[in-house]
Nanobody, 132 residues
């Protein structure tokens, strides 16, 4: 059972990246998937999440209007399209899977310092660096 996050890299301010979160050993279609990030010296924070039940989504205020989360259950993959990237978006991005939607949104809203011990599955992280 594994989540694999990929797609990070170095991009200039204003650029775009698409992150992927692929599941192996289980199917994502019944799971809610969240993207979290952790910048150097800062606590982990929630970025966005998408419901496995009805596809509804949540975005943190810092990324709303710039990032888009989507899922392709046939490919067992969730994506995070990141546009208009800013230096403040520099972080290691992690995906997580859990059956509990309210819990996923809870960690998005209040800060994700405790999320790693609570949410069921985590990927290993992919580094996004926004710099000129």
């Amino acid at each position: 059972v594994q989540l694999q996050a990929s797609g990070g890299g170095l991009v200039q301010p204003g650029g775009s990246l698409r992150l992927s979160c692929v599941a192996s050993g289980f199917t994502l279609d019944s799971y809610n998937i969240g993207w979290f990030r952790q910048a150097p010296g800062k606590e982990r924070e929630g970025v966005s999440c998408i419901s496995g039940r009805d596809g509804s989504s949540y975005y943190s205020n810092s990324v709303k209007g710039r990032f888009t989360i989507s899922r392709d259950d046939a490919k067992n993959t969730v994506y995070l399209q990141m546009n208009s990237l800013e230096p403040e978006d520099t972080a290691v991005y992690y995906c997580a899977a859990d059956h509990r939607w309210a819990t996923m949104v809870h960690w998005m809203v209040i800060g994700a310092a405790g999320a790693s011990a609570d949410l069921t599955h985590w990927g290993q992280g992919t580094l996004v660096t926004v710099s000129s």
